[in-house]
């Protein structure tokens, strides 16, 4: 390896520093998003007509959907400006609007005072949340990705979700002390305005923070060689979409890997403690009680999960995944909707979240390995946003609305289908950590010159493709 090689690779002391940093941006944007999710039960009723309390809750999860629609879009805008700006400035717009919109809700009137008016800055605010958080799936999952000490890049990515998770708990801590303090009548009316604010003045302190934090390497690499082709050649490389397209099987890959992984998160952590609330029959506090243990253990299995990626193979852990959820999630969701236990309940949800934590912990590294530099952030986010638009986002209103209906069991077999289609997804896609496109960007740090590789992608190891299953084992 030559001295440039040498450079970009990440040191050691600088490694979990950058980590930090990126996840309590990451942390500050899930809060936010999060906290729309576990409020909602409060404040369904400030923003629509007084009615059923499901059909309230149902008009809020749609709202919620509505958020995950510009996702793609975030995906796209934020990804592109994460390749060619850096990784830096794209996390730092990306918790910048998440703030906006936070305090946006926060300082909303209720129905009753503007009307119409109300449930239309919700939306918008949503929307201008779900532009952030499209974007800041990919710019994150690159950057802790590309940071991380090779050979380690399972464990340290991991920590993506860690902060998600913590983001989560945090709302949920809010909203557990909130109950304690308020009455249910002052929470309904004006205290879920609190985890709001508090949120979007924590996402302008993060904002700074993120400016604080070393840029990737392999950006600052792959910014040498672009500008140094750009000379020689007088043109400019090709776009990214244009570019990205050129990885049709990576693409393929990312979308149906995510499925499953992107549907059982949100029902185990996100609609599970609606689930509880209205289905179990299980008391607010103690749904929000429950939740918050579940997802302060299922925290911890992410840096364990994501080591074991790296020593046994990211496949092998996505298959514990797809083939547990596949077989659990009916039995579990059937006897929990009979279940007021809250022993019972907390035993049946950290079941699941165990087999969820076999996707979240390889998420990020197992798309970052499948793309090049040049089109990284991009491969990785827009994709995901994609399938987090079309699955994550509908699965409260799917569930409510079939409940709704009196064919909730329904919901749960879909879940399962969506599951099984990441396992067959994980047996189909060859290894990632094998010829890993992170390892050989630190390697390949030269401009193009004659008889050098070019940069159209020849160069890059084909990344972990959909072949025959068994073809691809993990390595050992």
Not at 145 to 167: K, M
Not at 274 to 300: P, R
Not at 352 to 367: E, M, Q, R
Request: hydrophobic letters at 45%; one cysteine or more.
């Amino acid at each position: 390896m030559n001295t440039q090689s040498t450079q970009a690779a990440p040191v050691k002391s600088r490694v979990v520093s950058n980590v930090v940093k990126g996840c309590l941006g990451n942390l500050i944007e899930w809060y936010d998003w999060f906290v729309y999710a576990s409020f909602s039960i409060y404040f369904a009723a400030e923003f629509f007509p007084s009615g059923n309390p499901t059909a309230q809750l149902l008009s809020t999860a749609a709202v919620f959907a509505v958020g995950f629609l510009m996702r793609p879009l975030g995906g796209w805008l934020l990804g592109m400006y994460a390749d060619r700006h850096g990784r830096r400035n794209a996390l730092a717009a990306s918790v910048l609007l998440m703030s906006a919109g936070s305090l946006t809700i926060g300082l909303t009137p209720s129905f009753d005072t503007i009307g119409i008016w109300a449930p239309i800055l919700l939306v918008f605010a949503r929307l201008i949340q779900g532009l952030s958080v499209g974007g800041e799936f990919g710019s994150s999952a690159t950057y802790l990705s590309e940071v991380a000490t090779p050979g380690r890049r399972g464990f340290f990515s991991s920590f993506q979700y860690v902060s998600i998770i913590i983001g989560q708990l945090s709302a949920l801590l809010v909203m557990i002390l909130l109950q304690r303090i308020l009455t249910p009548e002052q929470m309904g009316e004006w205290g879920w305005r609190i985890p709001f604010i508090i949120g979007a003045v924590a996402g302008l302190l993060v904002m700074v923070l993120r400016r604080s934090m070393d840029e990737s390497e392999h950006y600052k690499l792959e910014k040498a060689r672009s500008e140094a082709e750009t000379a020689s050649t007088g043109k400019k490389p090709v776009g990214s979409l244009r570019a990205l397209l050129q990885y049709p099987k990576q693409l393929i890959a990312v979308f149906c890997l995510a499925i499953g992984g992107t549907v059982s998160f949100y029902v185990y952590t996100t609609y599970m403690q609606k689930y509880m609330v209205n289905t179990s029959g299980i008391a607010k506090e103690d749904a929000s009680v429950i939740s918050f243990v579940a997802l302060f253990l299922f925290m911890f299995l992410q840096p364990i999960a994501g080591g074991l990626s790296d020593r046994y193979g990211r496949r092998k852990v996505m298959l514990f995944f797809s083939i547990g959820g596949t077989i659990v999630t009916v039995p579990v969701l059937t006897i929990l909707a009979d279940t007021t236990n809250v022993f019972a309940a907390f035993g049946l949800m950290m079941l699941c979240l165990i087999f969820v934590s076999g996707y979240t912990a390889c998420a990020s590294i197992v798309k970052a390995e499948m793309f090049p530099t040049r089109v990284r952030a991009l491969g990785v986010g827009l994709p995901h946003a994609l399938v987090a638009a079309s699955f994550g986002g509908t699965v409260e209103p799917i569930g409510l609305a079939l409940k709704q209906a009196g064919m909730e069991s329904t919901f749960f077999w879909y879940v399962t289908g969506c599951i099984a289609l990441t396992l067959v997804a994980s047996f189909m896609v060859k290894e990632p950590s094998k010829n890993s496109s992170l390892e050989a960007d630190l390697v390949q740090t030269t401009p193009h010159t004659e008889g050098a590789p070019s940069r159209s992608g020849a160069h890059s190891p084909e990344a972990p493709e959909l072949s025959p299953a068994g073809s691809g084992s993990a390595r050992n």
